[in-house]
């Protein structure tokens, strides 16, 4: 079964700091990954889409990493601001014959204080 | 460009009752693909549309069925609303060209909050 698992469930930081954020999928044929940022009540937006072959990629103050063979990817924030506070969510995607399937992780909830 | 939009924002219904939500695509964008996200989880994915059909299905009853136009955009209906169908109803377009090999990038819309009582 495919399988997209986050952690933490939650974190808070103090603002200007650093954090980074884990997904371990169990998703195949594994396709590609993304990362979306959902404000509370809002769509998700997207943040970074990485494909097999690349092992990272940014996004102004968000770098997210892949390891394709330890099917494990991190997003890392920098300099943590206020708006930065919202639900990460990491997303795979696996190729079916239908095309692309999307297996949702259940998120990271961030929380940036002063 | 609006992006993706979708109507109504918020709805109330009681058990038993049917609900249509309705989205419009980005503009530039023919395939509609349908999320349930529950409060505090990830989206489920309901279904997915192309040239006016349900092309891909997860895991969800009957009860839950849509339709595409042959402007792009899309309905969803629920029959017989239960109290656990209460979420947020995502919906999110993606570009035409749709291969295996394309990323599929999905823009989503503001969501439609359900509420059933």
């Known amino acids: 079964k495919n399988q997209v698992e986050q952690s933490p469930q939650s974190l808070i930081i103090l603002e200007g700091k650093n954090c980074t954020l884990q997904c371990n999928y169990t998703v195949s044929p594994f396709s590609n990954l993304r990362w979306y940022k959902q404000d509370t009540g809002r769509g998700p937006v997207s943040l970074t889409i990485?494909?097999?072959?690349?092992n990272t990629k940014s996004n102004g103050r968000y770098t997210a990493t892949l390891d394709a063979d330890t099917k494990q990817s991190s997003l890392h924030i920098t300099a943590s601001q206020l708006s930065d506070s919202a639900s990460y969510i990491c997303v795979v995607s696996a190729l079916t014959g239908g095309g692309n399937k999307l297996t949702f992780g259940t998120g990271t909830q961030l929380k940036v204080e002063l | 460009d609006a992006g993706v939009t979708q109507s109504p924002t918020h709805l109330i219904k009681t058990r038993g009752q049917q609900v249509t939500l309705r989205c419009s695509p980005k503009s530039g964008h023919d395939t509609v693909s349908w999320y349930q996200q529950a409060l505090g989880q990830g989206p489920q994915f309901i279904f997915q549309y192309y040239e006016e059909e349900e092309r891909q299905r997860g895991n969800f009853p009957d009860r839950f069925s849509g339709h595409q136009f042959p402007n792009y955009s899309s309905e969803l209906n629920v029959n017989a609303l239960l109290l656990g169908d209460s979420a947020l109803y995502l919906c999110a377009s993606s570009r035409p060209g749709f291969t295996s090999a394309s990323y599929n990038e999905q823009f989503f819309g503001p969501g439609t909050r359900l509420t059933v009582l």
């Open positions: 990485m494909t097999f072959s690349e």
